[in-house]
């Protein structure tokens, strides 16, 4: 624990207040008692926002700007939960909602979080956090999983914001964090690079279907338009009203069959394909 107290206080060029953390026989829960705590303590101030990251954080040397653009981009959100500048694990449940470019990161909205080294917390994640039951013990518990089992908005910011110290020996657990979360980590990366490859290919797909319905708009109204206005003065023949009314109606179909109900239905069907298996 004082290597770690250590090694923090050299990072710490951010100004971030330091809490030891609660102390529990069992590590794990320990941690989040004091998780807990700390949420509590700014439900109970009513703040809006509170950034939290653990001291095996490292901040790389760009850090600031790309912090400064995070608060610039969450603050054009309407709703968030969570913010996570570094993902250890990643659910097989996660769905990306959102993606956007941001100065160069690519900030996803996913619906599951699963790491605690640098997150900033919303209200709801902050009521969430001081809900946690200290009383189950069982090890799917951890206050990491804890998170992971509620749908939440959370931002994930890709490359991510901070790193993680592997050099250090993790408390919860006695290990090097290199032993626990190298492999872990390295394979979350590959399924976030898929899951960004594959919004990027959903993208391009909605946007060629936007194209193509845009580009026929206008020829394939003027040409049901001109239609049904040729029709119009059938419809005061007593002998031929009838068929004027089932063409003009069925003109009228399956231009909005063409222009919204295919290109949707197309949409769908696509989407299927391109859903991995896992």
């Not at 703040?47 to 901040?59: N, R, T």
């Not at 080294?117 to 209200?123: A, K, L, P, R, S």
């Not at 090097?176 to 490859?197: F, P, R, S």
């Amino acid at each position: 624990q004082v290597e770690r107290k250590g090694e923090f206080a050299k990072e710490n060029k951010f100004q971030f207040a330091t809490f030891p953390g609660l102390r529990y026989p069992i590590g794990w829960v320990g941690c989040a008692l004091s998780y807990k705590y700390m949420f509590k303590k700014l439900q109970d101030k009513g703040v809006d926002y509170a950034i939290i990251c653990e001291d095996d954080v490292l901040f790389p040397q760009e850090f600031a700007q790309r912090f400064s653009n995070i608060e610039e981009y969450l603050s054009t959100l309407k709703k968030w939960d969570v913010m996570s500048g570094f993902m250890a694990d990643i659910s097989d449940n996660v769905v990306v909602s959102q993606m956007d470019c941001v100065n160069g990161d690519t900030m996803l909205t996913i619906n599951k979080m699963m790491s605690m080294v640098f997150n900033i917390y919303n209200q709801r994640a902050i009521q969430i956090g001081a809900q946690w039951d200290e009383t189950n013990h069982n090890t799917s518990n951890t206050i990491d999983r804890y998170f992971e089992s509620f749908d939440l908005k959370v931002i994930l910011d890709f490359p991510y914001l901070v790193g993680h110290k592997e050099n250090l020996r993790s408390i919860l657990w006695d290990k090097n964090n290199a032993e626990l979360y190298d492999e872990l980590t390295t394979n979350t990366i590959n399924k976030i690079k898929q899951l960004i490859e594959q919004q990027k290919q959903e993208k391009d797909q909605r946007q060629a279907i936007i194209d193509a319905a845009t580009s026929r708009l206008r020829p394939i109204l003027l040409t049901a338009f001109t239609t049904v206005l040729g029709l119009a003065p059938l419809l005061r023949d007593v002998f031929f009203q009838s068929m004027a009314v089932v063409i003009m109606f069925g003109l009228a179909f399956a231009t909005v069959l063409t222009l919204l109900v295919l290109p949707v239905i197309y949409a769908c069907f696509h989407h299927k394909d391109m859903t991995p298996q896992r």
